[in-house]
């Protein structure tokens, strides 16, 4: 009786972490608009090990954001969450409420690739405030020095190359201690390029690959955002060595699936009016 627990009972569940480490193809569900906690429930029943929350591109709040990584954590879904700036202040209260890892758009310098490292870690690598019962360990209490050593090495910090800029310093950002891999983000780079859109383009070509590359040099994982539906190009990233992707959203599959929907009844109506013009 209250003897302290073995550290391997503290271990965070973060099976996209677990995924990606090990070179296994990860697809991600993005969340913008559906907060259903039905959601991390349905992609644990159909094989999606990841969700991507995303608080850049939609109007969702923490309270919201924290009810959906409390639902992906006990379903045994890793709760992705995108931060909407590289304030400490997001950062910081992504992963105090339980996020598996904190993903940081339009890093451009190496002192915002630190400062975020700073942010997101606890001491030595940074200088995150403590806090205990975290949600990411259950809400267990576990004691400070043994807590902080876990979240540090078992939660991700993620910053996005979405640049002409980033991209050349690729292997400087995978450099940074702390740094647990990178999200490219193809639709700024793109329209950054002058080329919106157009991943076919050598430029964006070129930009990708460089930074697979620099992340193969590094020995850390690299995502691909932004062209769930370019599964040719996707698999010549995965080939290269990129783990993980944002595949599939919820406002565009469920248009997709209403669309289809549309479709069918409408064939079958055209179908039966044909009919009654024939009699």
């Not at 999200?183 to 780079?189: F, I, M, Q, R």
């Amino acid at each position: 009786m209250g003897s302290i627990q073995p550290q391997s009972s503290y271990n965070i569940n973060n099976p996209f972490r677990t995924r990606i480490l090990n070179g296994q193809i990860t697809p991600l569900m993005s969340i913008k608009f559906v907060t259903g906690n039905e959601i991390p429930m349905m992609c644990k029943m159909t094989g999606i090990h990841a969700v991507f929350i995303d608080m850049e591109h939609s109007s969702l709040d923490m309270r919201t954001v924290a009810q959906l990584i409390l639902a992906c954590n006990y379903a045994g879904v890793s709760p992705i969450v995108r931060s909407p700036s590289k304030a400490h202040w997001h950062i910081s209260r992504i992963l105090d409420a339980g996020a598996a890892a904190v993903v940081i758009p339009h890093v451009e310098t190496i002192q915002e690739v630190k400062d975020i490292v700073r942010y997101a870690k606890f001491a030595p690598l940074g200088t995150r405030g403590c806090t205990n019962n975290q949600p990411a360990m259950n809400f267990q209490h576990v004691p400070t020095l043994l807590q902080n050593a876990i979240l540090n090495e078992q939660t991700m910090v993620i910053p996005m190359i979405e640049t002409p800029g980033a991209v050349e310093i690729a292997d400087e950002i995978f450099a940074v201690d702390g740094v647990d891999g990178v999200l490219v983000g193809s639709n700024d780079l793109c329209t950054d390029l002058g080329i919106p859109g157009n991943y076919d383009s050598g430029l964006y070509q070129d930009a990708v690959s460089r930074v697979i590359t620099a992340a193969n040099r590094a020995n850390k994982p690299v995502g691909i955002g932004g062209i769930g539906s370019r599964l040719d190009i996707l698999e010549k990233w995965f080939t290269m060595g990129a783990t993980w992707s944002l595949s599939g959203q919820d406002a565009s599959m469920l248009q997709t699936g209403l669309k289809k929907m549309s479709k069918e009844y409408a064939e079958i109506d055209e179908r039966l009016q044909t009919k009654l013009l024939v009699r």
